[in-house]
């Protein structure tokens, strides 16, 4: 059974800091990878979708890297603004299966 | 266009009763997906329909749980006899196929709370 954990579970940084959030998954055979934004009472919001085959994705100041062979994905945000708090879940899709982190709380402090 | 919406947005009920969710999936959108998101994990899945037929319903925790699609489109996940522990955020996914690579997209979800 796939298993997805995500590191750390909590981040409190200052504005204007570069991060990185971590993904680890057990098993190497998914279709893709995505990483969704949650804000706090509503639903997701798809950031990046990485395919099996690529190894990276970038959406302005969001960059998200997949390593398959070695279950891994990492998630950098650049510059980072008060209104990126929000918790940030992962997700691999094994065949329409697709199963989630527990996700990173982001904090940004102004 | 519109988004995926769910209705009601929170629902209170007693141990023991029935209730029912909706999920409106974007229009055109084929598959559809029900999660359960407990306080502070990630959401996990029950069921995904293609068209009117449930393609996978390996995630329903047990048969008080079941789901519907009769025409395609509007969903709606049936609980019988709640319990505590079926609190939770209930969302609900389309995308436009089942295809790899294809998008899911949220809706806001509902909140159940049985007490």
């Known amino acids: 059974k796939q298993e997805v954990t995500q590191i750390p579970a909590a981040l409190s940084v200052p504005e204007g800091e570069n991060l990185v959030l971590n993904c680890s998954f057990t098993d190497s055979a998914i279709y893709n990878l995505q990483w969704f934004r949650q804000d706090p009472g509503k639903g997701l919001t798809s950031l990046l979708l990485i395919q099996s085959s690529q190894r990276e994705q970038t959406s302005g100041r969001l960059n998200a890297s997949l390593d398959k062979s070695s279950g891994r994905s990492t998630l950098y945000i650049a510059a980072s603004q008060p209104g990126d708090s929000a918790t940030y879940l992962c997700a691999v899709d094994n065949n329409n299966d697709m199963r989630f982190g527990a996700g990173t709380r982001l904090t940004v402090k102004p | 266009g519109a988004g995926v919406s769910q209705t009601p947005s929170n629902k209170v009920t007693e141990k023991g009763k029935y209730v029912e969710l909706r999920c409106d999936p974007i229009?055109?959108?084929?598959?559809l997906y029900w999660y359960r998101q407990s306080l502070g994990q990630g959401p996990e899945f029950l069921i995904y329909f293609q068209g009117t037929g449930a393609a996978d319903d390996s995630g329903l925790p047990n048969d008080r749980f079941f789901a519907v699609r009769p025409e395609g489109s509007v969903s709606t996940l049936k609980i019988q006899r709640t319990e505590r522990g079926d609190s939770a955020v209930y969302l609900c996914?389309?995308?436009?196929?089942?295809?790899?690579?294809?998008?899911?997209?949220f809706g806001p979800g509902t909140r159940l709370l049985v007490l």
């Open positions: 996914a389309s995308s436009l196929t089942t295809g790899r690579g294809e998008t899911q997209y």
């Open positions: 229009s055109g959108h084929t598959a």
